[in-house]
């Protein structure tokens, strides 16, 4: 079981940047797939984005491709996700989740491991 912890979500004006990150606890970081989700008040919770093991791999949900970026630092167990040109249909509770499977997955129920999730509000 890995341990997760989200820090970095705040209160930003639109258009601005955000970097979230995510620690994780557990002596094997380098083998899991790490993802990013995000749930929004009253809707359900949606991928953002993935990223495998070594970082060679990456998908993202097509509502944040081309402004957000997900990597990660093996040596410090974090996966981050750079979030540039932040919108307020961005608002939404973000979580970090680990996987052991290989692919850069973007199937929430694949995910065994998840943190306790970052607020990040966007205003308009």
């Known amino acids: 079981q890995v341990q997760l912890a989200e820090s970095g979500g705040g209160l930003v004006q639109a258009g601005v940047s955000l970097r979230l990150s995510c620690v994780a606890t557990t002596r094997t970081f380098s083998r899991y797939t790490m993802g990013w989700f995000r749930q929004a008040p009253g809707k359900e919770r949606e991928f953002v984005a993935a990223?495998?093991?070594?970082?060679?791999?990456?998908d993202y949900g097509d509502s944040v491709k081309g402004r957000f970026t997900i990597s990660r630092d093996n040596a410090k167990n974090t996966v981050y996700l750079q979030m540039n040109s932040l919108k307020p249909e961005d608002t939404a509770v973000y979580y970090c989740a680990a996987t052991l499977r290989g692919a850069a997955v973007t199937t929430q129920e694949f995910y065994a491991d998840w943190g306790q999730g970052t607020q990040v509000t966007v205003s308009s």
């Open positions: 990223i495998t093991w070594s970082g060679s791999i990456t």
